[in-house]
């Protein structure tokens, strides 16, 4: 099993800026991928940023240039630094691992709110 424990949420004001953590711990080394993705009120959850296990990166169109995906794989941890955040970000962010032998794991969710 892999464990993942969002945090970093918050309430901020439009323009303003958030950094998201997601600490993993478990069979870290099964983890191919890892993503961040979210969730708004009546909306399919979807993906906003996801890192590769070489490195490579890939983001929602809606983020691209304001958001930025890091993994640490020394402190088993990944990061979205979000900027420029408008109101349309407002969600509840998840942390995603996949592993090609185990499946997906998520973590628990931490909410963002940004006020116009």
């Known amino acids: 099993q892999v464990q993942l424990v969002e945090s970093g949420g918050g309430l901020v004001q439009a323009g303003g800026s958030l950094r998201l953590s997601c600490a993993a711990s478990?069979?870290?080394?099964?983890?191919?991928?890892m993503g961040w993705y979210r969730q708004a009120p009546g909306k399919q959850r979807e993906l906003v940023a996801g890192?590769?296990?070489?490195?490579?990166?890939n983001y929602a169109d809606s983020v691209k240039g304001r958001f930025t995906i890091s993994r640490d794989k020394a402190s088993d941890m990944m990061y979205l630094q979000m900027n420029s955040l408008e109101p349309e970000d407002t969600a509840v962010y998840y942390c995603?691992?996949?592993?090609?032998?185990?499946?997906?794991?998520w973590g628990q969710g931490t909410q963002v709110t940004v006020s116009s």
């Open positions: 995603n691992a996949e592993s090609r032998r185990f499946g997906a794991f």
């Open positions: 890192i590769t296990d070489g490195g490579s990166t």
């Open positions: 478990g069979i870290i080394w099964s983890i191919n991928t």
